[in-house]
């Protein structure tokens, strides 16, 4: 069952994603699709939207006729107590003709404050009573702060017990995301060197071209901070920071992972504008065109103090981590789309090759989450001629390279990890709160000042020079991710 089935989300990611699975021969051909949503629609009309969804994602000559067959509409306000009787009713005769086994996914892509009310309303009203599992997937944000998290938490606790409930954290199902363990275990040369005295700093960055588009309103209440850190950014931490699990189990994963946001020291009071730096975007270009400033965008206050960038310093106090900074960076309106991690070793310790006034290269291990997806490896090797000179080579493993296919789609993954019962690439309860603790802090002191020197960077600009500043008094710069392309041998 998918409530918020008219929407934005469930058009453009989720049922492109079903019939990838379909196509792919994952789901068998007893499932059903329930749509959920306000408006009077037919099921002839949702099986519609349903096949527009799939030409406008991709395939636009396939046969979908069988495939759509299996969606059916339910109209109804899910703060309507009796509208779930007839779902109820709905449910149980597509289980019979379809053979279903009372096994049940309720997938929440709906605005947030729906999900505690609908939560209940499952439990409360027999949905949930099923002879198979019952699965509950929840869409971000989980939550405003830690106390509204927890909030919710409770409320859907009541109805699901933890390993029925599936955060999703649309990250954790990027194939190269998924890569950064392998990366790390499956590597003999990089697991020894994976901590404070080979690794110097950190860095990782996601940036967006796009600005804030139709979703102002939201955006207004969230800001670069509970949009992107809190979740996505956290998340690549952990998995970059984490012990070797002793398994490969969704348990021993998250408990590795969750070691990790216990590890991140907190920043209170000054400390946090020590460490952090936010920014919003001011009018600017991209690809030539004039876009406008974050405050003149639709739903949003002209005198905003919601950032729309932040960068930050991050410290892991334990052993393997004390004294490597993670600087992480997230913004609207940048300069380029990408997502990266940039590893970068210390310096060797004593420089043969170069001359002492030139600049050495340090080592450098790239994970290109997106849009090009691979690892780059940055070593000194002998420059060809008489001369024992060094010159920086790069080493690139591009991942469509290696089938020629386009790899799949995070949501097909996670939906299918779902399907299967698969809760490593989801975020448990514990995650959530602690990141929630970590960046509230942050929240907190900024909610309290204003940010005078709003807007503070310029659209389609790497964001505002003091996220530079924060590299710079440690020594480091932000390396430039455009130029550490995978494509760019
Ligand atoms: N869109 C995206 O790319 C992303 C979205 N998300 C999250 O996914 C969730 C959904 O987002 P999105 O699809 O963009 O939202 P939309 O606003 O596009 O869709 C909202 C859906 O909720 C339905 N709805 C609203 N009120 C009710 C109600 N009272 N009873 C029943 N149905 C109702 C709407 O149906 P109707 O209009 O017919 O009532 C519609 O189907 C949010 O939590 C968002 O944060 C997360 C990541 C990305
Ligand atoms: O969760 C979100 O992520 C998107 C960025 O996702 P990506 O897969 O395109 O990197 C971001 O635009 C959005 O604001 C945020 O809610």
């Not at 789901?27 to 099986?47: K, W």
């Not at 020590?274 to 991209?286: A, D, L, M, S, T």
């Amino acid at each position: 069952m998918i409530f918020g089935a008219t929407g934005d989300l469930a058009k453009r990611k989720l049922f492109p994603s079903l019939y990838r699975l379909y196509q792919k021969g994952k789901l068998s051909e007893r499932f059903a699709v329930v749509g959920v949503a306000r408006r009077a629609l037919s099921n002839e009309e949702f099986q519609l939207s349903v096949k527009e969804s799939i030409e406008a994602a991709s395939d636009k000559n396939g046969n979908h006729d069988e495939f759509i067959s299996h969606f059916h509409y339910h109209s109804h306000d899910v703060t309507d107590s009796s509208s779930y009787l007839s779902l109820k009713q709905m449910a149980s005769d597509l289980d019979s003709h379809y053979g279903l086994g009372g096994n049940r996914i309720f997938y929440l892509a709906m605005a947030p404050e729906f999900f505690g009310t609908i939560a209940e309303h499952l439990k409360a009203d027999g949905l949930t009573d099923v002879a198979g599992f019952k699965r509950l997937v929840i869409e971000k944000p989980f939550g405003h702060d830690v106390e509204s998290a927890k909030q919710l938490n409770k409320q859907i606790r009541n109805a699901f017990s933890e390993d029925e409930i599936y955060r999703i954290d649309h990250y954790l199902g990027k194939e190269m995301v998924q890569n950064i363990e392998v990366i790390r275990f499956a590597n003999a040369i990089f697991e020894p060197l994976w901590n404070n005295r080979y690794i110097s700093n950190i860095q990782l960055t996601s940036s967006e071209v796009l600005g804030v588009e139709e979703r102002g309103r939201y955006y207004e209440t969230s800001g670069a901070l509970r949009d992107m850190v809190q979740n996505h950014m956290l998340q690549m931490v952990a998995l970059l920071a984490m012990e070797p699990p002793i398994r490969l189990t969704t348990e021993e994963i998250r408990s590795e992972k969750v070691k990790v946001l216990r590890a991140m020291r907190p920043l209170e009071g000054d400390a946090v504008n020590e460490h952090f730096v936010r920014g919003q975007y001011g009018k600017g270009k991209i690809d030539e065109e004039e876009v406008p400033a974050y405050r003149d965008e639709p739903m949003v206050d002209p005198s905003s103090n919601t950032e729309t960038f932040v960068a930050g310093k991050l410290l892991i106090d334990n052993f393997r981590w004390a004294g490597v900074p993670i600087y992480i960076r997230t913004g609207k309106r940048m300069e380029t789309k990408s997502t990266k991690i940039v590893i970068q070793f210390k310096d060797i310790p004593m420089n043969l090759y170069y001359q002492s006034e030139q600049t050495l290269n340090p080592n450098l291990l790239v994970i290109h989450i997106q849009p090009g997806e691979g690892i780059s490896l940055y070593l000194n090797a002998k420059k060809s001629g008489q001369n024992v000179e060094a010159t920086p080579v790069k080493l690139n493993f591009a991942n469509k390279g290696i089938d020629g296919i386009n790899t799949p789609e995070a949501y097909e993954k996670l939906l299918f990890d779902c399907m299967r019962g698969d809760a490593t690439n989801f975020t448990h309860w514990d995650e959530v709160a602690l990141s929630w603790s970590f960046v509230d802090k942050i929240s907190e002191v900024w909610e309290s000042e204003k940010a005078e020197n709003f807007p503070n960077y310029e659209s389609g600009t790497m964001g505002p020079r003091e996220a530079d500043q924060l590299l710079e008094k440690d020594g480091f710069f932000w390396w430039p991710v455009t130029d550490l392309n995978v494509d760019n041998c």
